[in-house]
């Protein structure tokens, strides 16, 4: 009868069940806080109220969305948003992320938790704002309206500090 080694250090319930649970070929995902706190930091409230992690195989990272106007929101900052949480996200390597309609009761944060727009918001000149609210304003969903309107505005910016950086 083989004798078991005496174990010399506490392990993490949730490493001793992924591994049970492999072993035995169950696809279960334990949650990692770190993860989801990463991806909360790196989209802002509002679009963490709208989403889940799911789960991570790989290097991808599995997001499940309330619906498919987040999920093509999401696609359009999917390159942004994998930049933060690259960089938040040390010894894990994450290089894709994947959207999918989930079961996701959408919350709203109060109008005085909205993250602010960008501290660059003065590169912005008024003939830029004026196009960004004609733009937006057929838009009927608040938050969507505000997303886009962020969007645009850093995307004017980027354009911006770009030229900068080609003139001489």
């Known amino acids: 009868m083989a004798r078991r080694r005496k174990q010399k250090e506490f392990q993490r319930i949730g490493d ?3 591994k049970t649970f492999k072993r035995r070929k169950m696809p279960v995902y334990v949650q990692d806080h770190h993860l989801s706190n990463a991806w909360n930091n790196a989209v802002g409230p509002i679009i ?3 989403t889940r992690v799911h789960k991570i195989k790989g290097d991808t990272l599995f997001i499940k969305v309330s619906t498919s106007t987040w999920m093509q929101q ?8 994998l930049e933060k949480i690259k960089s938040s996200m040390g010894n894990q390597t ?4 994947y ?6 009761h959408a919350t709203v944060p109060k109008k005085e938790q909205q993250v602010p727009p960008g501290d660059n918001q003065h ?4 003939r830029d704002k004026k196009i960004i609210e004609k733009s937006i304003e057929s ?9 886009l309107k962020r969007v645009m505005t850093k995307e004017i910016i980027n354009r911006r500090s770009r030229q900068d950086k080609k003139s001489p």
């Not at 994450?94 to 992320?97: A, Q, S, V």
């Not at 590169?123 to 008024?126: A, P, Q, S």
């Open 16 to 18: 001793i069940l992924k």
């Open 48 to 50: 963490a109220g709208n």
């Open 74 to 81: 999401l696609q359009f900052m999917k390159h942004e948003i």
């Open 94 to 97: 994450i290089n894709n992320i």
């Open 99 to 104: 959207f999918s309609i989930g079961d996701i």
């Open 123 to 126: 590169i912005i000149k008024d």
């Open 139 to 147: 838009l009927g969903d608040e938050e969507l309206r505000t997303i």
